[in-house]
């Protein structure tokens, strides 16, 4: 069983619609990644959280929004988003570090934008 | 751009056989590297790593060796079983660039009975 656990496991939304995102781990990780992930095709990054704080943002429309409310939790915004945004949102975890290490990935949300 | 890629989009291996899965990658200053299995359904599960210091690793039942004057990673599963079954993606860091682990495209193993 993985120990990154998210909700919900499936999101369907409207394109005016706001909803969130969540994920949770307890391995004491103070790192924390959203990827997202097209049908058939490798993971790709979103953002990345290090001890709570925003260190990376891959150009991500604004759209999407992250949170990290503790060391624990993070959370995805999701607010007028479009089709192509349909995807599975995968939240990952790792010991921070100079290197990125070993990553540790929840099941995913798969997102669909009608 | 640089990128991490695969050779074979799809492997299909007989039950008890070993695999092999190839990855090429570009970037001269990529200094680790990891494979990742992913099942239908799931997120991507960490298999085996190897840091740019070394050229071979061993798991339970897999290997992974690192050739890096032709810049080549693969993977190596020793007789192959069912629940192989499954996308493998290599994954790179590179050195200095600390939180972007780039994926690989993947590569589908289908093992047969």
């Known amino acids: 069983d993985t120990e990154v656990t998210q909700t919900p496991k499936h999101l369907v939304m409207g394109m005016t619609n706001k909803k969130s995102l969540k994920c949770e781990q307890h391995?004491?990780?103070?790192?924390m990644y959203w990827y997202k992930q097209k049908a058939k095709k490798p993971p790709e990054l979103m953002f990345v959280y290090s001890y709570e704080k925003l260190s990376i943002n891959e150009s991500v429309p604004s759209r999407f929004s992250p949170e990290c409310p503790n060391s624990s939790l993070l959370n995805l915004h999701l607010h007028a988003l479009q089709p192509e945004d349909s995807a599975l949102y995968l939240c990952?975890?790792?010991?921070?570090?100079?290197?990125?290490?070993?990553?540790?990935f929840g099941e995913g949300s798969r997102l669909t934008v009608l | 751009g640089e990128s991490v890629g695969l050779h074979l989009p799809t492997l299909s291996v007989q039950e008890g056989d070993n695999s092999i899965i190839n990855c090429a990658y570009s970037?001269?200053?990529?200094?680790?590297f990891i494979w990742y299995k992913q099942e239908s359904g799931k997120g991507p599960q960490f298999i085996i790593d190897i840091r740019s210091n070394m050229d071979k690793r061993q798991g339970q039942r897999v290997t992974v060796l690192l050739n890096k004057t032709v810049k080549h990673l693969s993977l190596q599963i020793a007789a192959t079983q069912p629940g192989d079954s499954a996308v493998y993606f290599c994954?790179?860091?590179?050195?200095?660039?600390?939180?972007?682990?780039?994926f690989g495209a993947g590569t589908q193993v289908v093992v047969t009975p």
């Open positions: 990952a975890s790792s010991h921070s570090g100079a290197l990125t290490g070993e990553l540790f």
């Open positions: 994954a790179e860091n590179i050195l200095g660039s600390w939180g972007k682990l780039q």
């Open positions: 391995m004491g990780h103070r790192a």
């Open positions: 970037n001269s200053a990529s200094d680790y």
